[in-house]
């Protein structure tokens, strides 16, 4: 499990380079990824990571700087 295969996943779902975080199904979407990828994680600690994420970085958020962002928050 990596955060490699939670690109993949994102890249085949949505085909672009940007997350959209105004959108509810694409932060949902990305929560249950990370949450099947990494077990031990609880959904509060995602959503709040989502949540610090997605105001952190400014729009368009580019999917590889959100991820990154995901990973040090999650310490994974």
Request: proline share 4%.
């Amino acid at each position: 499990m990596s955060w490699y295969n939670v690109d993949n996943k994102h890249k085949k779902k949505y085909d672009r380079n940007d997350v959209a975080c105004t959108e509810s199904y694409e932060r949902e979407y990305i929560i249950e990824t990370i949450l099947v990828e990494f077990p031990h994680l609880t959904r509060q600690a995602v959503e709040s990571a989502v949540k610090s994420c997605c105001s952190e970085i400014a729009a368009p958020r580019p999917r590889e700087k959100f991820l990154a962002c995901l990973s040090k928050k999650l310490g994974v």
